[in-house]
T-cell receptor
Framework: GAVVSQHPSWVICKSGTSVKIECRSL??????MFWYRQFPKQSLMLMAT?????????EQGVEKDKFLINHASLTLSTLTVTSAHPEDSSFYIC???????????????FGDGTRLSIL | GNSVTQMEGPVTLSEEAFLTINCTYT??????LFWYVQYPGEGLQLLLK?????DKGSNKGFEATYRKETTSFHLEKGSVQVSDSAVYFC????????????FGAGTRLFVKA
């Protein structure tokens, strides 16, 4: 089946540093990838939609300068948390939809998530 | 706009008990409906889906039927196992939202041996 690889799975860093998270579709091409944030015991909050070759579409209330998204190829999207602070600590999950299955009735394929802890 | 409402948890059951997790939705178009499962520390996995009214999705003993008249997609399993302990998310997707997926709040299930 379709596999989405997310890396790293866990990162701990000091306040003020920038952290990059990668999301790769391993056996399919994805023109669209999604980035979610999940707080403990809560649902997924869509942060942005990453579009290959164009700018990402951010949801209301998400700072685009804080959460930089790049989708340079059909198999890779990156999320960079810039100048991270403790309040950015969270579980970040990416997902992708197969390029060949653009209709809404196809499910997304999720990565295993990245747990980010800012000290 | 589109939304998904699912029953609050946690739900605690004994092994072999019957499970129902309620899910209702609001959508302007004709959405596809999904159940995803999240095990501790992991991402989401698709459990089952239904793409049109009266469709029944099923997988690993879980079932859910797309009920347009009641705008519901309740998840059921006849006999739960300890390994079913996880968080379950009901979700919908349609083209009016640019194919975004809208998730419910999630329902945590604990199954005791």
């Amino acid at each position: 089946g379709a596999v989405v690889s997310q890396h790293p799975s866990w990162v701990i860093c000091k306040s003020g540093t920038s952290v990059k998270i990668e999301c790769r579709s391993l056996d399919f091409q994805a023109t669209t990838m999604f980035w979610y944030r999940q707080f403990p015991k809560q649902s997924l909050m869509l942060m942005a939609t990453s579009n290959e070759g164009s700018k990402a579409t951010y949801e209301q209330g998400v700072e685009k300068d804080k959460f930089l998204i790049n989708h340079a190829s059909l198999t890779l999207s990156t999320l960079t948390v810039t100048s991270a602070h403790p309040e950015d600590s969270s579980f970040y999950i990416c997902s992708a939809r197969d390029r060949g299955q653009g209709r809404s009735n196809q499910p997304q394929h999720f990565g295993d998530g990245t747990r980010l802890s800012i000290l | 706009g589109n939304s998904v409402t699912q029953m609050e948890g946690p739900v605690t059951l004994s092994e072999e008990a019957f499970l129902t997790i309620n899910c209702t939705y609001t959508a302007t178009g004709y959405p596809s409906l999904f159940w995803y499962v999240q095990y501790p520390g992991e991402g989401l996995q698709l459990l089952l889906k239904a793409t049109k009214a009266d469709d029944k999705g099923s997988n690993k003993g879980f079932e859910a039927t797309y009920r347009k008249e009641t705008t519901s997609f309740h998840l059921e399993k006849g006999s739960v196992q300890v390994s079913d302990s996880a968080v379950y998310f009901c979700a919908l997707s349609d083209n009016t939202g640019g194919f975004k997926t809208i998730f419910g709040a999630g329902t945590r299930l604990f199954v005791k041996a």
